[in-house]
């Protein structure tokens, strides 16, 4: 294949990314990078005097580009980018769509390495409290409570139906099904989160576009600040067509259809901005996204706990014989101390 057969060459490599199973998050990232690498080698930054395409662009161009980054850019940042190049290159020589890769030498030269295990922005609980009381949409509030609450990944949250949740509420339960998973029955006010759902799976009736990537089902409790910031969106709640009654619906464009994780981000990201917390380009030592959420719970909780067992079993990532010890006591050793030392938001 000639690379001038292809004339849109990062379209290609990002529909190549959606065939071999990328999730969105991922494919809007590359795309993102790449399609700034492009306006850079077209543009009059780019050390060539002519507007050049990633087929002819060459090492000099590359080095060009990654330097244009580090003033901007940190250092993971400037690495992670890099390899989102060399990536695409080597993936577009391997379909013998471009002759070579002219990043391979620019990433071996390059000081810039990525970090495995970045240090996020440290967030105190009297920031978050703040953060938490300047949002009054009960969408946005719920969706960002229940993320502090539980430390569940974006898709996890995408995913819930009204089965899934189990609240003591005489009044909800007259408008809503709620809590009908067999898992829950006989449990007190509590989240299921499954473990088999899979992008592109119909489950409920309904087919998922995000995945839950916990090792095993998880059972969390919810708690009186969490109980009410549920009530209050599900007051507000509209009607859906979907017959898995999402738990989460959109209130704006995609009125009444299920959240995805591209408006979980859009919702984080617009009230993070709104604190300083957010900025374009940024790396995860300085944005707070919602796998932040998760970041914060996992500290504060393991922190004020000192049982790193039961913070794993809740964010769903523990072995088989830990999982069987905290199902088998999750009425009372789990939930009792989840419910005495969850930090306090509202």
Request: hydrophobic share 35%; proline share 3%; with cysteine.
């Amino acid at each position: 294949m000639a690379a001038e057969a292809i004339d849109d060459a990062v379209g290609y490599f990002i529909e190549d990314l959606e065939y071999h199973g990328r999730s969105e998050r991922t494919r809007e990232a590359y795309e993102r990078v790449l399609r700034r690498f492009e306006e850079f080698i077209a543009g009059p930054r780019c050390p060539n005097e002519h507007s050049l395409a990633p087929a002819e662009a060459g090492q000099r161009e590359c080095m060009a580009w990654v330097h244009s980054l580090r003033d901007s850019h940190s250092q993971s940042t400037v690495a992670t980018y890099a390899s989102y190049l060399h990536r695409f290159y080597a993936y577009m020589m391997q379909v013998e769509a471009f002759d070579s890769n002219p990043m391979a030498l620019v990433v071996e030269e390059m000081d810039e390495t990525i970090e495995k295990d970045p240090q996020r922005r440290e967030i105190s609980l009297s920031a978050m409290r703040e953060f938490v009381a300047g949002i009054t949409h009960p969408l946005d509030r719920a969706v960002i409570v229940v993320l502090l609450k539980t430390g569940m990944r974006v898709g996890e949250l995408c995913n819930l139906d009204l089965r899934d949740l189990v609240l003591d509420d005489t009044d909800l339960d007259e408008t809503y099904s709620l809590g009908t998973r067999g898992q829950l029955n006989d449990r007190a006010e509590s989240l299921y989160v499954a473990n088999d759902v899979g992008r592109g799976d119909v489950v409920n009736g309904e087919q998922r576009h995000a995945s839950n990537k916990r090792r095993r089902a998880t059972i969390v409790p919810v708690d009186a600040e969490l109980r009410r910031t549920l009530r209050r969106w599900l007051a507000v709640r509209p009607n859906t067509i979907s017959a898995a009654e999402p738990l989460f619906l959109s209130t704006r464009d995609s009125w009444g259809e299920r959240l995805t994780p591209p408006m979980v981000r859009s919702i984080v990201t617009k009230h993070a901005r709104s604190m300083g917390w957010y900025q374009s380009g940024g790396d995860a030592a300085e944005n707070v996204t919602p796998h932040y959420f998760r970041h914060f719970f996992t500290t504060h909780l393991r922190d004020r706990t000192g049982d790193r067992g039961i913070v794993k079993y809740l964010r769903g990532d523990v072995a088989d014989d830990i999982i069987d010890t905290y199902t088998h006591n999750w009425g009372d050793r789990v939930r009792e101390l989840y419910l005495d030392k969850i930090y306090d938001i509202l």
